[in-house]
């Protein structure tokens, strides 16, 4: 085996590996990764004995070690004065070198271990966004705090290079007092409007895979009946009191939406702060995992206010900003604020340079009225070259999310060259004039929603649509 070196291997840095503690971490990865195999011990288990599904398990094990120790033995990365190189591979090297330009931020994320330890995960942001396989390649799964720390100043100060701001202030706030920070109340309060049934969605899909097997179905009144004898106090008075059981029945659901939405947003915003920094703006949140990372104000596209018909009754808002990064979650929206007053929303907005668009009328929702007579006008549209039309169009909001959150502008591409194909289609195989006006109607003003729809694409492409050619 042969690997290409880089003949100036000095000049990018001395070679730098993981912390050995990584061999822990990147076994339990390897293992769970592994379920196949806990399949085939079980089977060797109930089928060939013990004795050999324990050898088996150990061959497992010292099979995924062996394998993690030469994964860190052969990874390693070298930071230099313009770029980082990250070589990794067993058996085929891969050698990746990542500008200083290209980086446009770092972001440093911790476990509860790693918080323990004094370690840390650095992620490369670069303009082509980090996802799937080429996130991992760009991401150094674990070494020291301190080290993660130089790394980012580092990169801070060599990567804008047309700031006059000082290496060692980059990653520092400017000033002291946060733009946004919630305290352990407001974050409580939060919790309460998260309201979340999430753990029924749980349990439906472990009675689904593992229900029958173990006898474990609790969305089944069987269930019940056989877990809670007949000579039961609490079976009884179900039984006598069935109204006084279905309104207890839920308020428990009401009280598990309220404890998931808790428990969910406390792991989630635990120590939330925001602070303005020589770069954007850096966040810092979580529990048990800690993420902190730095939004560029260069890189943010808009911003969304968004709130709910119990939080706007308060005043609350939540505030997220849209930007060409994407957060830890894989999205491209960035939780500037959970919970916020209109006052905090607008701090926060002056410190992007940015200010909320005047609205000179409240807005107004839709009529259900209006609603209704549309829905009755399209309802002549039962043909299935209509009814894929309208499908078609209906995913024109997603298309345009999926298109800039992965910056591929040519999924709007294909997606409006499908649609015009659809029409055409549509067109040679029916007349649009006819007698019957309902479905005359219905028609013309699907190709209007259609025209529409094509015309926005093509303008947020940047390419025109001329009525006649």
Excluded: C
Excluded at 224 to 246: G, I, M
Excluded at 436 to 453: F, H, K, P
Aim: no cysteine; aromatic share 8%; proline share 4%.
């Amino acid at each position: 085996m042969s690997e290409a070196i880089s003949p100036d291997d000095r000049a990018v840095g001395p070679p730098e590996r993981l912390h050995p503690l990584f061999l822990l971490s990147g076994l339990t990865r390897s293992l769970r990764s592994l379920a196949g195999a806990y399949a085939l011990i079980a089977w060797l288990a109930f089928t060939k004995g013990p004795w050999l599904a324990v050898l088996a398990a150990l061959a497992l094990l010292l099979f995924g070690l062996i394998g993690v120790v030469i994964y860190w033995t052969r990874f390693e990365f070298r930071v230099g004065a313009d770029e980082i190189r990250i070589d990794h591979g067993i058996v085929s090297r891969t050698h990746r070198s990542i500008p200083f330009d290209r980086i446009q931020d770092v972001d440093i994320t911790q476990g509860p271990l790693q918080r323990l330890l004094g370690l840390a995960k650095v992620t490369f942001e670069t303009g082509g966004g980090s996802a799937g396989r080429h996130a991992e390649e760009g991401a150094l799964q674990m070494i020291t705090l301190e080290r993660a720390e130089q790394i980012r100043v580092l990169v801070r100060s060599r990567g804008q290079r047309a700031a006059t701001v000082p290496a060692a202030s980059a990653a520092q706030s400017v000033g002291d007092e946060p733009v946004y920070a919630m305290s352990f109340s407001r974050l409580l309060l939060a919790g309460t409007f998260n309201f979340s049934l999430a753990v029924l969605g749980v349990l439906f899909g472990l009675t689904q895979t593992v229900g029958d097997t173990a006898g474990f179905d609790p969305l089944s009144e069987s269930f019940w009946r056989s877990a809670l004898s007949a000579e039961d106090p609490v079976a009884r008075y179900a039984e006598q009191h069935r109204a006084a059981a279905a309104i207890a029945g839920a308020l428990l659901l009401v009280l598990i939406g309220f404890a998931t939405g808790l428990v969910r947003t406390i792991i989630r915003e635990f120590g939330f702060r925001l602070d303005r920094t020589d770069v954007g703006l850096r966040r810092r949140r979580g529990l048990f995992t800690r993420t902190d990372v730095t939004l560029p104000v260069r890189r943010a596209q808009a911003v969304v206010v968004g709130t709910g018909p119990v939080r706007d009754r308060f005043g609350w808002r939540e505030l997220k900003l849209q930007s060409l990064a994407r957060d830890e979650d894989g999205k491209g929206d960035h939780v500037l604020a959970p919970l916020a007053k209109d006052g905090e929303v607008d701090a926060i907005l002056a410190q992007l340079g940015w200010r909320r668009l005047a609205v000179s009328a409240p807005w107004q929702p839709i009529s259900l009225a209006y609603v209704s007579a549309f829905a009755i006008a399209l309802s002549p549209l039962v043909e299935a070259h209509e009814t894929a039309l309208l499908a078609s169009i209906s995913r024109y909001p997603e298309v345009v999310e999926q298109s800039a959150l992965q910056r591929a502008p040519h999924t709007l591409v294909h997606y409006l060259r499908d649609l015009a194909n659809d029409f055409h289609t549509y067109y040679n195989a029916h007349t649009f004039i006819v007698e019957d006006a309902a479905v005359r109607n219905a028609r013309l003003t699907l190709i209007a929603g259609l025209r529409q729809v094509i015309h926005n694409g093509l303008a947020l492409l940047g390419v025109s649509a001329p009525e006649q050619m």
